[in-house]
């Protein structure tokens, strides 16, 4: 299939492409982040450029006025590349600069229950920090005549004491080192524990003392912008912010035009995994280089999205969200390993992504109830998250209301009226 090279003035990017794909597959191809808020259904009229030299294949539409039309002016997502082009694309129909508010750091002391005074502090508040990865340094005692257990017996003994748990596990890999690393540190090691799935999983052993720092991050996926940050699990720093647009709004800005991208392409749903995962990979890559560290040097991940993000960040189906009676496929989902989604951190290492209350009400704000100290409260509090969805919860200690609409553009449109329309609705959860 001959391929055609196509142009994208102002600013010069170029890519080729494969005849019959459209303006918009090029503009993606090219990192030319279009406007497309239908997702390329040609409905939101959002992603018009003008072509300036070569040939498309471009239906009129209803979003092009006719004297646009005849300077060359067509829709994006309809217009086929049929030869090599120049097209210039209007400021209006580009995706701005993106801002990332990043106030309210934390920084804190960090330690196991078991070193007894872990604490730190979040803008003068005592806050209580025991990270789901950390590391524990053991004096094993030395084996002999009388004591002649297992170095992994003496392992799990002395994890006990500290963990205050006796639920332990380890790996084929970690159990081949242990033995020769317990007498490298003359019987002084530093273990590296993660808990999940109800159980703690020892997955490293160094001998000695071993101070070098781990990290973690936690991730805001946001319908419009994913935020990272970047924690050392030793201190409780967050040692780097950013954020970046959420690639998937190149498929629908809102999550009822992704949903139906995922359900009406056939690798829609991979492309919209594909596209958060990209742009958490690249937040990753430019704080690991800020910090000159690696991504794989990230032991553990901790992501809060509402209902349909987080499908789509693991790429489960989020079809019937949409659909009466709006039923998620999960609400609270197991820890999955960073490589079963393709996240570029430590391919072991555990991504738990928080739970929520229903199709509409995610993790983004069960995570925000429980950070602004809402579900703690004797007062009666009102928590609003205004985003591309918006939602608000009212309540105390002793019961939560919750509600949800279309915050942003979802309103506008409204492609398979009247059973998927809407999310407007409310969820009581019990408080505390
Ligand atoms: S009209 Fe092209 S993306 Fe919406």
């Given at each position: 299939m001959p391929e055609h090279t196509v142009r994208f003035l102002p600013d010069g990017r170029s890519t080729c492409v494969p005849e019959g794909k459209t303006i918009l597959d090029a503009a993606l191809a090219a990192g030319v982040m279009l406007r497309s808020a239908c997702g390329g259904s040609g409905t939101c009229g959002q992603c018009r450029v003008v072509v300036r030299l070569g040939h498309v294949d471009a239906p009129g539409s209803q979003r092009v006025r006719h004297e646009d039309a005849a300077r060359g002016m067509v829709l994006a997502c309809q217009a086929v590349v049929e030869s090599d082009l120049e097209v210039e694309v209007p400021e209006a129909s580009l995706l701005s600069e993106h801002q990332v508010l990043t106030a309210g750091r934390t920084r804190g002391r960090v330690g196991g229950e078991g070193e007894g005074e872990a604490e730190g502090e979040r803008e003068g508040e005592g806050v209580h920090l025991r990270p789901v990865f950390r590391k524990t340094v053991l004096k094993l005692p030395e084996p002999g005549l009388e004591d002649a257990s297992s170095d992994l017996t003496r392992l799990y003994t002395a994890l006990a004491k500290e963990e205050g748990s006796r639920n332990f596990q380890v790996g084929l890999e970690l159990l081949r080192k242990i033995p020769r690393v317990m007498r490298e540190g003359a019987w002084q090691v530093t273990v590296s524990c993660v808990d999940a799935r109800g159980m703690t999983e020892a997955v490293d052993v160094s001998p000695g003392r071993d101070d070098a720092p781990i990290y973690g991050l936690a991730v805001d996926v946001g319908t419009t912008t994913c935020v990272t940050h970047l924690v050392n699990l030793l201190t409780g720093d967050t040692l780097d912010v950013r954020g970046a647009y959420n690639r998937q709004a190149r498929y629908g800005d809102d999550v009822i035009s992704r949903i139906i991208y995922?359900?009406?392409?056939?690798?829609?749903?991979?492309?919209?995994?594909?596209?958060?995962?990209?742009?958490?990979?690249?937040?990753?890559?430019?704080?690991?280089?800020?910090?000159?560290?690696?991504?794989?040097?990230?032991?553990?991940?901790?992501?809060?999205?509402?209902?349909?993000?987080?499908?789509?960040?693991?790429?489960?189906?989020?079809?019937?969200?949409?659909?009466?009676?709006?039923?998620?496929?999960?609400?609270?989902?197991?820890?999955?390993?960073?490589?079963?989604?393709?996240?570029?951190?430590?391919?072991d290492a555990w991504v738990f992504c928080l739970p929520g209350v229903a199709s509409y009400v995610g993790g983004d704000i069960t995570s925000g109830v429980v950070a602004t100290g809402v579900a703690s409260s004797d007062d009666l509090v009102l928590f609003v998250d205004i985003g591309t969805n918006g939602e608000m919860v009212l309540g105390n200690r002793d019961w939560l209301l919750a509600c949800a609409c279309s915050a942003g553009t979802g309103l506008r449109r409204c492609r398979d009226p009247p059973r998927d329309a809407s999310h407007e609705g409310g969820h009581r959860a019990r408080g505390g």
């Open positions: 995922a359900d009406e392409n056939g690798d829609g749903l991979a492309k919209l995994q594909g596209a958060v995962i990209e742009t958490i990979n690249s937040l990753v890559a430019g704080a690991a280089s800020q910090l000159g560290i690696r991504g794989e040097d990230i032991r553990v991940v901790v992501a809060a999205g509402n209902t349909t993000m987080t499908h789509l960040l693991l790429g489960v189906p989020p079809t019937y969200i949409r659909l009466e009676p709006y039923t998620p496929a999960a609400t609270s989902v197991p820890p999955v390993k960073a490589r079963e989604i393709g996240l570029a951190v430590a391919p």
